[in-house]
C-alpha cells in the first residue's frame, strides 16, 4: 500500500516564478493538507481539500493557492516567489469524518528560491 | 493560535528519561504527538482526546490534562531511535478541524 507520495522532491527557482507541487493521498484518505516548514521550525499549515474544495485555510497570502482532484490528488501552486518561501512543503492526508484523523504525510518536497 | 512545547531541546544517555510539555492558550479537542527524524517526513505517534487519557507507543506515553490544557510526552528508558524531533499538534475541533504544530522538541539520544 503506497503512502503519501510528493513530486518533485527537490526544486529551485528564481524570485517571481511560480511553482507547482503534486501529492498522491494514501489509499483510502479523502483529504489532504498541505504545510511549510521551515529549517528548524514546526510545520505550518497552509490549507486543507476536502471533496475538491479549500475547507480550512492557515495565515498564507494568496499567492498560495491549490487544486483537488477527483482522484483526491492534490497540488499546491505558489505564484510571485519571494526569497521566504523558500523551505519543505509537506502534504498530509487523512480519512474525513472520524473524528480522530491522524495525519499521514509525505516526505516533502524541498524548495529553493534563489 | 501555536501550541508551546518545552524543552526546545534535550540530551539523553541511552536508558534515561525525559519529559517533554506542550501548553495551549486556547481550549482542545485533542493533542497529537508526531516525530521527525532528519530529512524524513514526521510520524503518527499517538492523539490524546481531552479526558485525560494516557496513551503509549513503545517505551513512550503521554498524558493530557484537561484542565491545564497541556499535554506531556514521557520518554521512558530512552533508545538510540528516540532520536529525533518531536511535535505536538494541537486541534480545537473534531472532523475537519486544522491540526496546529508547535515548534518542536529536539532530541538526541546518545549511547
Known amino acids: 500500500d503506497a503512502g503519501v507520495t510528493q513530486s518533485p522532491t527537490h526544486l529551485i527557482k528564481t524570485r517571481g516564478q511560480q511553482v507547482t507541487l503534486r501529492c498522491s493521498p494514501k489509499s483510502g484518505h479523502d483529504t489532504v493538507s498541505w504545510y511549510q516548514q521551515a529549517l528548524g521550525q514546526g510545520p505550518q499549515f497552509i490549507f486543507q481539500?476536502?471533496?475538491?474544495?479549500?475547507?480550512q485555510r492557515g495565515n498564507f497570502p494568496d499567492r498560495f493557492s491549490g487544486h483537488q482532484f477527483p482522484n483526491y490528488s492534490s497540488e499546491l501552486n505558489v505564484n510571485a516567489l519571494l526569497l521566504g518561501d523558500s523551505a519543505l512543503y509537506l502534504c498530509?492526508?487523512?480519512?474525513?469524518?472520524?473524528?480522530?484523523?491522524?495525519?499521514?504525510f509525505g516526505s516533502g518536497t524541498q524548495l529553493s528560491v534563489l | 493560535q501555536q501550541p508551546v512545547q518545552s524543552p526546545q531541546a534535550v540530551i539523553l544517555r541511552e536508558g534515561e528519561d525525559a519529559v517533554i510539555n506542550c501548553s495551549s492558550s486556547?481550549?482542545?479537542?485533542?493533542v497529537h504527538w508526531y516525530r521527525q527524524k532528519h530529512g524524513e517526513a514526521p510520524v503518527f505517534l499517538m492523539i490524546?482526546?481531552?479526558?485525560?487519557e494516557q496513551k503509549g507507543h513503545e517505551k513512550i506515553s503521554a498524558s493530557f490534562n484537561e484542565k491545564k490544557q497541556q499535554s506531556s510526552l514521557y520518554l521512558t528508558a530512552s533508545q538510540l531511535s528516540y532520536s529525533g524531533t518531536y511535535f505536538c499538534g494541537t486541534r480545537k475541533g473534531a472532523a475537519g478541524n486544522k491540526l496546529t504544530f508547535g515548534g518542536g522538541t529536539r532530541v538526541l539520544v546518545k549511547p
Open positions: 486556547k481550549a482542545l479537542y485533542s
Open positions: 490524546l482526546l481531552k479526558g485525560g
Open positions: 481539500y476536502y471533496e475538491e474544495e479549500e475547507r
Open positions: 498530509a492526508s487523512s480519512e474525513q469524518g472520524r473524528g480522530i484523523e491522524k495525519l499521514f
